[in-house]
């Protein structure tokens, strides 16, 4: 599923496009039409993300915000069409549908009536969500979470999650205290550092990827108890962390290698190993690191170690593939 740093950009992508506006909400789909009228209309004040949880707020004035809340699990994704006044991405999310930011929107100019306005295109496939504002349309298709909520209930879940490396205070006190709380919360258990990491009660936003990066480029074996791994260690880990994902909020990358652990032949051939590639958003960009260059460990299951040479390790860890090095994470 998405991680953090790509709802940290639908947030982003949000805010540019509607915020201010009085936007147009619908339910194409059926499957949200009491939701959407409790926002049809209502000014979109902003979003915001706390790791993998997206958060729109609509204000209705009077103190009375109405919050969506979307998460985007397995298949969630948000595309987006525009007048042409603006760029617009195509869509942001779920990377197993293979949608990314820099797809080809539909060929030709937007349609516009005889009096120039621009006609937004039918909603395609399932939409269960449609925000339309004065220049840009944006379609949420397959979401595991989507519901309007009070300030009060959306106080609520943000209290269950554990600090974002992403938000610039961490969503604590400070950056400091965000630090803090991720170290003691992980050493206050035997559950492996490994699984914790993928705990959003523990650290919100951090997936798959950046799980087995993180803990690569720490040296830290996956498997060790939680309350056994060094406080500085740990902070260390979250510091890098906040380091990696900020960067992919800002690019749409995840970019984990450092230049000179990165291969200087080709990508080894199917069969030789590996779970296959891996897409990122810059793939048609000459100047960035190639998707199959960016990761140590991630989906490189029996390559070599760009480090040591010894074949990459795989194992089932709490319901997801963990991928790690034997002797550079000893």
């Known amino acids: 599923m998405p991680e953090g740093h790509t709802v940290h950009r639908l947030a982003r992508t949000l805010d540019e496009l509607f915020a201010g506006q009085r936007v147009a909400v619908s339910s194409p789909q059926g499957r949200f039409d009491a939701g959407a009228a409790l926002l049809d209309g209502v000014p979109f004040a902003g979003a915001e993300a706390w790791g993998k949880q997206l958060f729109c707020r609509f204000d209705a004035g009077a103190g009375d915000d109405r919050w969506l809340r979307v998460h985007l699990g397995l298949y969630g994704a948000w595309t987006f069409a525009g007048d042409g006044s603006a760029d617009v991405v195509h869509a942001i999310g779920a990377p197993r549908r293979r949608i990314g930011e820099r797809d080809s929107t539909p060929a030709g100019s937007p349609d516009r009536t005889s009096a120039g306005e621009w006609t937004p295109p039918a909603p395609r496939g399932a939409v269960r969500v449609r925000l339309l504002g004065a220049h840009a349309v944006a379609d949420l298709t397959g979401p595991t979470a989507c519901e309007v909520l009070t300030a009060a209930e959306k106080d609520d879940v943000v209290a269950r999650l554990g600090p974002d490396p992403i938000r610039s205070d961490g969503g604590r006190a400070s950056a400091e205290a965000a630090r803090e709380a991720f170290v003691a919360r992980v050493r206050r258990s035997r559950v492996t550092v490994g699984q914790q990491l993928m705990d959003q009660a523990v650290i919100a936003g951090v997936g798959?990827?950046?799980?087995?990066?993180?803990?690569?480029?720490?040296?830290?074996?996956?498997?060790?108890?939680?309350?056994?791994?060094?406080?500085?260690?740990?902070?260390?880990?979250?510091?890098?962390?906040?380091?990696?994902?900020?960067?992919?909020?800002?690019?749409?990358?995840?970019?984990?290698?450092?230049?000179?652990?990165?291969?200087?032949?080709?990508?080894?051939?199917?069969g030789a190993g590996g779970r296959g590639r891996t897409r990122q958003n810059t793939d048609d960009d000459p100047d960035a690191v190639p998707a199959e260059q960016a990761f140590y460990v991630y989906h490189r299951d029996g390559l070599p170690c760009r480090v040591c040479a010894t074949p990459v390790l795989l194992k089932e860890l709490g319901g997801r593939t963990l991928y790690w090095c034997g002797v550079c994470q000893a």
């Open 208 to 270: 798959n990827i950046y799980r087995a990066e993180a803990l690569f480029r720490a040296g830290l074996d996956p498997l060790r108890p939680g309350r056994e791994v060094p406080a500085d260690t740990l902070a260390a880990i979250w510091d890098d962390l906040v380091v990696l994902m900020r960067d992919g909020a800002g690019t749409g990358r995840i970019v984990t290698t450092r230049p000179g652990d990165r291969d200087t032949g080709a990508h080894p051939p199917p």
